[in-house]
C-alpha cells in the first residue's frame, strides 16, 4: 500500500474544523503541493525543506518546486532545516527552492524568496508584528552580504544581531575556507 503524505494534514483540517482550532502551519509539508488549494483557503502556511524528498516512504513525493507552487497558489511557505549546520545556509536554501521553482516557470520573485526564511517563519511563530520585516518599530538582526543573498559567492559582510554589531568583515573577520582555499590555489611561488 502507497503512502500518501498529503491525506494526513487533509484530515488534520478536518479535525481542526471540527473541534474549533486552527493550524497555524504544518511542518515537514513535502507534499503540500498537492493540497495547496485547501491550504491557502484555510490560512495554513507549510514548513518546507528545498530539496529533501524521496529519503523515506512519506517522502517519496516530495517535489523541489513545493514552496514555489505553495507561494504561486497565494499560500506562505517556509524553507527551513533540522540541522544545526543547515540552518546557516538558509539563504542558498531558499535559492535552491526559487531556482527549482523558475526552472518550470514559475514567477518567483527574489522577494517571495526572502520572505521564506524572514517574513513567513515570523508569521508562521505568531510574532510577524514585532519581527521578521524590517520596519520602524520592529526587532531585526540583519545581515549585509557583499552581493545577492542567494548567490554562493556572496560574503556576509555585517551582521547585527540584538542592536549590536556581531560581525563586522571589514574589521579583520577571519576569512572562510572558502576565501583560504581560494587563496591558496591563486598564489604565485
Keep these: 500500500m502507497r503512502c500518501f503524505a498529503a491525506l494526513p494534514n487533509v484530515e488534520m483540517v478536518a479535525v481542526a474544523d471540527e473541534s474549533g482550532f486552527k493550524i497555524r502551519s504544518f511542518h515537514h509539508a513535502l507534499e503540500a503541493y498537492k493540497v495547496r488549494d485547501l491550504l491557502v ?13 524521496g529519503f523515506k516512504l512519506e517522502a517519496f513525493d516530495g ?26 545556509r538558509l539563504n542558498q536554501d531558499a535559492a535552491k527552492a526559487m531556482a527549482s521553482g523558475r526552472a518550470p516557470g514559475l514567477p518567483i520573485t ?23 520585516t524590517l520596519e520602524p518599530g520592529k526587532r531585526a538582526d540583519v545581515a549585509v552580504w557583499s552581493g545577492s543573498p542567494f548567490s554562493v559567492y ?15 568583515r571589514g574589521q579583520g573577520a577571519t576569512p572562510s575556507d572558502f576565501e583560504l582555499a581560494n587563496s591558496a590555489t591563486q598564489r604565485v611561488p
Excluded at 517571495?112 to 526564511?117: D, V
Aim: glycine residues 12%; aromatic residues 8%; hydrophobic residues 45%.
Design 41 to 53: 483557503a484555510k490560512g495554513i502556511g507549510i514548513n518546507t525543506w528545498s530539496d529533501w524528498w
Design 63 to 88: 517535489i523541489p518546486e513545493n514552496a514555489a507552487l505553495m507561494t504561486q497558489q497565494g499560500g506562505r511557505a517556509t524553507i527551513h532545516s533540522d540541522s544545526a549546520i543547515g540552518i546557516q
Design 110 to 132: 527574489e522577494d517571495q524568496a526572502l520572505r521564506w526564511i524572514t517574513a513567513n517563519p515570523a508569521w508562521v511563530l505568531g510574532i510577524d508584528d514585532i519581527t521578521g
Design 154 to 168: 556572496s560574503r556576509a559582510e555585517l551582521v547585527i544581531a540584538g542592536g549590536e554589531i556581531t560581525y563586522d
